[in-house]
């Protein structure tokens, strides 16, 4: 597997209000204000050295950025320290069920590790769905004869949220944990993986559309290569990439001993999630997978995060917006620098909004998110400033 796995993390944001109050004189918040190192400079307002960096009232001289945000002098009054509304992640599994997952322990082990992955206390708030291909089950047509991608898009288990609490409490986790003990790779219906991804994509893609403030994305999990149906790679990862430049849904792709490295990193590529996840037939083939769906979770959780509300009912101003990671043991702070859209993201240590117009999430650029994902105890800090009300009129 050729991924770093993702932990733990820690995400926290801090709100800051137009109130009095100097990024020197070291504005509290939740107790950790202090005094900083070069309050009362001001941002420059299009980036670059210098621009200072404001985390829970304690400020910082920031690196040179994509585009200086920072908010200081009697903006930089801090609070409240919010928890992290990373607002809800729709996973979409699509899981193959041909007959070659018999083959070399790989559906006891796949099933075992999705069995670990539903069952964990950490994917509380995870809402999941879930469906086999090929397979008639529960609607007809999602094989490789009649390769229906409305057919693929009907999830055998539908989206509901996992909670911390074990089944039977959690219905969700018991309906999906029942599925796979009583399941069996069927086979006879080759890897139709085209209506199969389609399928997945347009149900995603359809949820997002309905719930905007709410990410949804795809996992592809197969053993083999197209078999039946639309067998043209580009075509298959040109699925994944509509469903990301129409409706910013991701597809993430797993491959199981037996799949082609190279097609699932071009649909993976085109799914904006960079690269497949490979997982080996040996001895840790269960763990690999946990391990890279824990990944998948933590990516969605840590890199597309929902602007949380201004803590005093305050308008936020989108132009003086900051987004810091702090390492963990205790590194100094690395301010990442606003960028126009993911098209500019390029190889920066940025960040971008979803809709520059109408900002509603933040989003980390690929190096950003490496970089965070990669740090197990890092701190991600979201630092909102807001514009000063109107003054007022007799």
């Given at each position: 597997?050729?991924?770093?796995?993702?932990?733990?993390?820690?995400?926290?944001?801090?709100?800051l209000?137009a109130c009095g109050?100097?990024?020197d004189e070291?504005g509290?918040l939740g107790?950790?204000?202090?005094?900083g190192?070069?309050g009362?400079?001001?941002?420059?307002?299009?980036g670059g050295?210098?621009?200072?960096?404001v985390?829970?009232?304690t400020s910082s001289?920031g690196?040179a950025?994509?585009?200086?945000?920072?908010?200081?002098?009697s903006?930089?009054?801090a609070?409240?320290t919010?928890?992290?509304d990373?607002?809800?992640v729709?996973?979409f599994?699509?899981f193959?069920?041909s007959a070659s997952m018999n083959?070399d322990?790989k559906?006891?082990?796949?099933?075992a590790?999705?069995?670990?992955?539903f069952?964990?206390?950490?994917?509380?708030g995870?809402?999941m769905?879930?469906?086999?291909f090929?397979s008639?089950?529960?609607?007809p047509?999602c094989?490789d004869s009649?390769?229906s991608?409305?057919?693929c898009a009907?999830?055998?288990?539908?989206?509901?949220?996992l909670?911390a609490?074990p089944?039977?409490?959690?219905?969700?986790e018991?309906?999906?944990v029942?599925?796979?003990?009583t399941?069996?790779?069927v086979?006879g219906?080759g890897t139709?993986i085209?209506?199969a991804?389609g399928?997945?994509v347009?149900?995603?893609?359809?949820?997002a559309?309905?719930n905007?403030?709410e990410?949804?994305?795809v996992?592809?999990v197969?053993?083999?290569e197209p078999?039946?149906?639309n067998?043209?790679?580009?075509?298959?990862?040109?699925?994944?990439?509509?469903?990301?430049?129409?409706s910013?849904?991701?597809?993430?792709?797993?491959g199981?001993?037996g799949s082609n490295?190279?097609q699932?990193d071009q649909?993976?590529?085109a799914g904006?999630t960079?690269?497949?996840?490979?997982i080996?037939?040996?001895?840790?083939?269960?763990q690999?997978?946990?391990a890279?769906l824990n990944?998948?979770?933590?990516?969605e959780i840590r890199c597309?995060?929902a602007i949380?509300?201004?803590n005093?009912?305050m308008?936020?101003?989108?132009n003086r917006?900051?987004?810091?990671?702090?390492?963990s043991?205790?590194?100094?702070v690395?301010?990442?620098?606003?960028?126009p859209?993911?098209?500019d993201?390029?190889d920066?240590n940025?960040w971008?909004y979803?809709?520059?117009?109408a900002?509603?999430r933040?989003?980390?650029c690929?190096?950003?998110?490496?970089?965070?994902?990669?740090?197990s105890g890092?701190?991600?800090?979201?630092?909102?400033?807001?514009?000063s009300?109107?003054p007022?009129?007799r």
């Amino acid at each position: 597997m050729r991924r770093p796995f993702l932990l733990a993390f820690l995400l926290s944001l801090s709100t800051l209000s137009a109130c009095g109050g100097s990024a020197d004189e070291g504005g509290g918040l939740g107790g950790h204000g202090g005094k900083g190192a070069s309050g009362g400079a001001s941002a420059s307002a299009n980036g670059g050295t210098g621009a200072v960096i404001v985390v829970g009232g304690t400020s910082s001289s920031g690196a040179a950025g994509a585009a200086g945000t920072g908010v200081a002098g009697s903006d930089a009054c801090a609070t409240d320290t919010l928890g992290a509304d990373v607002g809800p992640v729709n996973m979409f599994v699509m899981f193959d069920s041909s007959a070659s997952m018999n083959d070399d322990n790989k559906w006891p082990s796949a099933t075992a590790a999705f069995t670990s992955f539903f069952q964990d206390p950490e994917t509380a708030g995870l809402r999941m769905a879930f469906r086999f291909f090929g397979s008639d089950s529960p609607t007809p047509g999602c094989n490789d004869s009649d390769c229906s991608i409305d057919a693929c898009a009907d999830p055998l288990i539908d989206i509901a949220g996992l909670t911390a609490d074990p089944a039977p409490t959690d219905a969700h986790e018991a309906a999906l944990v029942n599925l796979l003990q009583t399941s069996t790779a069927v086979g006879g219906f080759g890897t139709p993986i085209y209506p199969a991804l389609g399928g997945a994509v347009q149900w995603a893609s359809g949820y997002a559309a309905a719930n905007p403030d709410e990410n949804a994305v795809v996992v592809l999990v197969t053993d083999g290569e197209p078999n039946g149906c639309n067998q043209d790679i580009g075509a298959i990862s040109s699925l994944a990439a509509d469903g990301w430049n129409d409706s910013g849904v991701r597809t993430y792709a797993i491959g199981l001993e037996g799949s082609n490295e190279a097609q699932l990193d071009q649909i993976a590529a085109a799914g904006n999630t960079v690269e497949g996840y490979f997982i080996g037939a040996g001895a840790t083939a269960q763990q690999d997978l946990l391990a890279a769906l824990n990944e998948i979770r933590g990516n969605e959780i840590r890199c597309d995060i929902a602007i949380p509300p201004s803590n005093n009912g305050m308008p936020i101003d989108f132009n003086r917006v900051n987004v810091n990671y702090t390492p963990s043991g205790g590194g100094a702070v690395v301010p990442f620098g606003k960028v126009p859209s993911a098209a500019d993201c390029m190889d920066l240590n940025g960040w971008h909004y979803d809709d520059p117009s109408a900002p509603t999430r933040i989003v980390l650029c690929d190096a950003a998110c490496e970089q965070v994902n990669a740090d197990s105890g890092a701190e991600l800090s979201i630092v909102l400033g807001c514009m000063s009300e109107p003054p007022i009129t007799r």
